[in-house]
Each structure stands twice: as structure tokens, then as C-alpha cells.
């Protein structure tokens, strides 16, 4: 709870974008990810970058919450490696 207003929940927001592109390009070796694959997961997290909540809306607020980040990882988790998995689910956890 914020002293001064409602409580934010920390989540990917729009301006993260650019960032979470490069963490999911960067990965090498077994955790190594296609362009067009992370492209894909961009388009899931850009469709998914709304304000949920009252606080959110109040404050105008656009994110990715965590239950929203899981979400994605469950549905791209039948196109990764475990590594993969464990990969995007690394970089979606340095963000929420």
C-alpha cells in the first residue's frame, strides 16, 4: 500500500519495450532464440501492456503484471527448450 496514493505492482511497461526486445535476443548457447520467435513474444506482451487495475488506470499506468507475464510463458512454453523457458522466464522476472 502507498502512503500517498494507491499501490502500483512493479510490471513491464511500454518504455521497457525496446529493452525486453535486446534481454530476449540476448541469450546464447541452449537459451538462444529465434528473431522471429521473440517477435512473436513481443506481439503477446505488446497486446497484453494495458492498464488492469484502478491504480493503474488513476496513475495511467500501462503494464504487464506478473500474472499476465505468466501467462505468456505458458502459452509460448510448447515452442521453447526448457532452457528457453527458463530464459524468458529470467528476463520477464527482471521486469515485474
Do not use: C, W
Request: avoid cysteine; glycine fraction near 6%; proline fraction near 4%.
Amino acid at each position: 500500500m502507498s502512503l500517498f496514493g494507491p499501490s502500483i505492482p512493479k510490471g513491464i511497461t511500454k518504455r521497457e519495450l525496446t529493452r525486453l526486445r535486446g534481454a530476449l535476443l540476448s541469450g546464447s548457447g541452449a537459451e538462444k532464440i529465434s528473431r522471429p520467435f521473440v517477435e512473436r513474444i513481443m506481439e503477446l506482451v505488446d497486446m497484453a501492456v494495458d492498464a488492469d487495475t484502478y491504480a493503474e488506470r488513476a496513475n495511467n499506468v500501462e503494464q504487464v503484471n506478473a500474472e499476465e507475464a505468466a501467462r505468456i510463458e505458458k502459452n509460448i512454453a510448447d515452442n521453447l527448450s526448457p532452457a528457453q523457458e527458463a530464459f524468458v522466464h529470467r528476463v520477464f522476472q527482471e521486469y515485474i
